[in-house]
């Protein structure tokens, strides 16, 4: 069996995308809870972050911007608050966490659309979700 390789920077970011997503695998995904300056609380699905390390503690989240190089909700709420929570979906969260992979408004919550509920963050003021088995409450950490 021949290994499979492929130089990242001649294929197209989608087809990147498609490709990491197809190998790294199983990868576990995240509802990312944040506010935005006006109050919406957002709720957006990652499957690209993971924790890095304990001491200091390390979460890392891929976040991302659309096309045109606008930033996305969650990436403009945690630039802008320096505050978020890492809620981990379980099965009984797949069809909530779908609803919030919808390219909704900024002032359209996630939380509400799926029928999730809000319990108050531990050490931000950036909500968690009720339902999430586990969640972790985050700052940005300055560079």
């Not at 957006?44 to 200091?56: L, M, T």
């Not at 503690?57 to 630039?79: E, M």
């Not at 531990?122 to 909500?127: E, N, Y």
Request: with cysteine.
């Amino acid at each position: 069996m021949s290994a499979f390789t492929v130089a990242f920077a001649e294929i197209a970011p989608r087809e990147r995308y498609k490709l990491l997503c197809a190998s790294v695998t199983p990868r576990p995904i995240a509802l990312v809870t944040t506010i935005s300056a006006e109050g919406v609380v957002n709720a957006a699905p990652f499957s690209f972050f993971n924790v890095f390390s304990e001491d200091p503690a390390l979460i890392v989240l891929g976040l991302q911007h659309k096309p045109g190089n606008d930033p996305k909700d969650t990436t403009r709420n945690i630039a802008a608050a320096a505050e978020f929570v890492v809620n981990l979906v379980d099965e009984p969260l797949a069809e909530a966490m779908n609803i919030c992979g919808i390219d909704f408004p900024p002032e359209v919550s996630e939380i509400e659309a799926a029928g999730l509920s809000l319990l108050p963050g531990v050490t931000v003021a950036v909500p968690r979700i009720a339902e999430a088995p586990f969640g972790w409450n985050a700052a940005k950490r300055s560079r």
